[in-house]
């Protein structure tokens, strides 16, 4: 926009700030930005108004009409700074390509790559976790890191943002590495000097079960300079990393209780080192953002220290244990729960987290946004994605009236079982808040499904309700000291759920063939999704009996029978997240398996 003398004047940055400006008659006119990345969303947006759609990733995902262009004239500028994914679930290369050629189309302007390269995500995939159909098929950490390269090239050349590492912090600047970070038996190997600054917890300092679980002595100055030596060095060798995310360990009241760190609260210590690593990067001379996170025991605000440098640094809140079936405002006022060092209990929903939310807001003025995980385990245990499609519809325009300038999705980049509708709908409202669910719905449904979309829509919706998606989250249990499923009324609805598929595959055999690739393959998702529908409703009529051993048997063969389909459908469905989100939150053996986010992390290793 800038070459073309057009006024860029309206937004703060325009660096992170997207303008789209399209004036086009039939065949000539401008299309451009004001950076590069807006210039590509802006072509994506002319497209969009000429009536293309982008439903699912890869070619086989596009709607395309074949007509005569018609003229456009837009400038806008998106309702939310931050609009982004970040790498989860299982990942083969493939998939994760097209998912950053995916991501512009739908508006994202970020992409984030968790850890120092994703090993266990690449492996949970290529190992075939979950899968006895397919024989492992391991890859090599050269081989890890050299996709990761090739991912990191194509995210820059469509200038997205890019976000890079996250946990690690605590144990790659102690020479433990990435693929040893859900190792139970490093204890053995650790040296003197990382013994020297492992958290002391009851008297000890040893691995809390997991390097990527242990934090480090925060007061201990030689911890933090190794940190800060080790985040210098990561940033001066990833120049084209934009956000470097430094995230202290993954779990929950594991932080040092030596004389010296109970002085003050985690968080507080949390910003001495960022602080001291902000002076690191500027004699380093470099301009690396950094991003703190207010996640488990740092969701609590510091009471003491705050952040020097505002233009380094972006505030992430992540309330991985907030509730998936309720989205604010309720008009509830509820008071920040206590903090009491190591023997935390986390916020239950959004209420609770933006409470801790309102005290970080009293040291920090700058940017905030969110990591969510709407697309990690909480889409599994809503049947037709509608629900969760309706929740981050309202959960992205609350974030904003909380001063939340956008969002990055932590999740699977195969969420397309049954549809894409939850993403589509997550993307297009960070694009545009004042599009409304409902019309971005039929939008989806209209392109994917043709003039029928109607019916299909109302067929996924009845048996979305139909498992109820509160129900699967454990929330209607009607028997005390029994585990969140006991719910005998249920076994109505899912002996229903046959009667409700058969009716559908009428309608998918109906419409099994289109002119349209992208309706061709739509419907016949819906084909493998009914059989996943049967299976899981057979396995939760013992679940809600009380039967949990008949329940976990039924679970097996759900497995397996999906397992055999995983081939023709992964690019669309996550097989090995499906089956250890639904056997985490309902399928497990033992209650001390349910809900408690510490032993989950514990217990789930790369998913098995």
């Known amino acids: 926009m800038q070459d073309f003398g057009l006024d860029v004047s309206d937004v703060e940055d325009t660096k992170l700030d997207d303008i789209i400006y399209v004036d086009m008659q039939e065949k000539e006119g401008i299309i451009t930005g004001d950076n590069p990345r807006a210039v590509l969303l802006a072509v994506y947006d002319y497209l969009r108004e000429n009536g293309c759609r982008w439903l699912l990733p890869g070619i086989d995902g596009e709607y395309i009409p074949m007509r005569d262009t018609i003229p456009v004239k ?6 939310s700074r931050y609009r982004g994914w970040v790498s989860e679930g299982t990942v083969f290369q493939q998939s994760f390509r097209e998912a950053i050629d995916f991501a512009p189309k739908l508006g994202f302007n970020v992409f984030m790559i968790e850890f120092k390269f994703p090993k266990s995500y690449y492996m949970r995939y290529y190992e075939h976790v979950n899968n006895p159909h397919r024989a492992p098929e391991p890859v090599g950490y050269d081989t890890m890191i050299q996709w990761k390269r090739q991912i990191e090239c194509e995210i820059t050349k469509r200038g997205l943002q890019y976000h890079d590492m996250g946990h690690g912090f605590t144990y790659e600047p102690f020479g433990i590495a990435t693929p040893d970070g859900w190792n139970t038996e490093y204890e053995d190997k650790v040296t003197p000097e990382h013994r020297e600054v492992i958290a002391k917890i009851n008297g000890e300092r040893k691995i809390n079960y997991y390097p990527i679980n242990t934090n480090v002595c925060m007061s201990n100055p030689k911890a933090r300079a190794k940190i800060a030596e080790y985040a210098v060095d990561y940033a001066c060798y990833h120049s084209n990393v934009d956000f470097l995310h430094i995230w202290l360990a993954d779990s929950k009241n594991n932080h040092c ?7 003050k609260r985690p ?11 902000d002076e690191a990067f500027t004699k380093a001379g470099l301009d690396t953002k950094i991003v703190f996170i207010a996640y488990m025991d740092t969701a609590w605000p510091p009471l003491v220290e705050s952040i020097k440098n505002r233009d380094r640094f ?21 008071e920040p729960l206590p903090f009491k060092l190591n023997k935390l209990q986390l916020p239950k929903n959004l209420e609770e987290f933006f409470a801790l939310f309102e005290g970080w807001q009293k040291m920090w003025q700058g940017d905030s946004i969110s990591f969510e995980y709407h697309f990690w385990r909480a889409m599994w245990l809503d049947i037709s994605h509608i629900g969760i499609a309706k929740r981050l519809s309202k959960d992205v325009k609350v974030y904003k009236k909380y001063g939340i300038r ?21 993307a297009r409202t960070l694009y545009d808040d004042t599009l409304s669910y409902e019309g971005i719905a039929e ?12 019916e299909f829509y109302d067929y996924l919706d009845e048996l979305g309700r139909t498992f109820d ?5 454990g929330q209607k249990n009607k028997k005390a000291g029994v585990l969140g499923f006991y719910n005998p009324d249920k076994v109505a609805d899912f002996k229903r759920v046959p009667e409700i598929t058969a009716r559908g595959m009428e309608l998918i055999k109906s419409h099994y063939n289109s002119d349209y690739r992208v309706r061709t393959v739509s419907v016949r998702l819906l084909e493998y999704h009914a059989e996943f529908s049967n299976l899981l409703a057979e396995a939760m009529i013992p679940k809600c009996q009380g039967d949990d051993a008949g329940a976990r048997a039924k679970y097996e063969i759900l497995k397996d029978k999906m397992g055999a389909h995983e081939q023709a459908i992964e690019m669309y469905y996550d097989h090995c997240l499906a089956m250890n989100a639904l056997r985490a939150r309902i399928f497990a053996k033992e209650s001390n398996e349910y809900m408690d986010l510490d032993e989950d992390k514990k217990k789930f290793r790369l998913g098995v």
């Open 314 to 334: 972006l505030l992430m809140i992540a309330p991985i244990t907030r509730s998936y079936t309720e989205t604010l405002p309720r008009g509830v006022q509820v």
């Open 267 to 277: 968080s507080d210590w949390y910003v001495v080192l960022l602080n001291e690593i």
């Open 469 to 473: 998606h509160s129900y699967m989250c």
């Open 406 to 426: 956008g969002i990055i999705e932590d999740g699977s980049q195969r969420c397309f079982f049954p549809t894409g509708l939850a993403l589509y709908v997550y």
């Open 74 to 79: 837009r400038r806008f500028v998106p309702t």
């Open 257 to 263: 209780e030596c004389e010296k760190c109970t002085v």
């Open 443 to 454: 939008d989806y449904f209209s392109c994917a499904f043709g003039e029928d979309w109607k």
